[in-house]
């Protein structure tokens, strides 16, 4: 019963968007701002993870410091460019390649460390 109040709340505010004047800019903003909240946790998560492993990541060569920096810069740039770039099947092919290259070299990096403990 609660599921379907709150499908039934959904509905009535898609309603109110879709038939309000100016509903589609609100219904911008709104989504403009979720997703500002959504990259800020994304970026708090990361804080976070980077304070609870900073000894490992310190413990780094330099090289390999790089190569995770670099894998990481590559994600951020994936995702932000992910509306342009996924317009056409080439864009395509290259973002899911930088982000499939940029993953399996940050899981290198992590086995490297680990295995020199």
């Known amino acids: 019963m609660r599921t379907a ?67 990481l810069g590559a994600i951020v740039l994936m995702i932000a460019g992910a509306s342009k770039l996924t317009e056409t099947g080439g864009g395509t092919l290259l973002w899911l390649g930088v982000l499939v290259l940029a993953a399996l070299t940050i899981v290198k990096v992590v086995t490297e460390a680990r295995s020199s403990y």
């Open 5 to 71: 109040r709150n499908i039934a709340i959904i509905l009535l505010l898609a309603l109110i968007f879709d038939l309000a004047p100016g509903g589609g800019n609100a219904a911008q903003a709104i989504l403009a701002a979720v997703s500002i909240g959504f990259l800020t946790m994304i970026g708090w998560g990361a804080y976070v993870f980077y304070r609870q492993n900073r000894l490992t990541y310190l413990g780094l060569t330099d090289r390999q410091r790089g190569f995770f920096v670099a894998a």
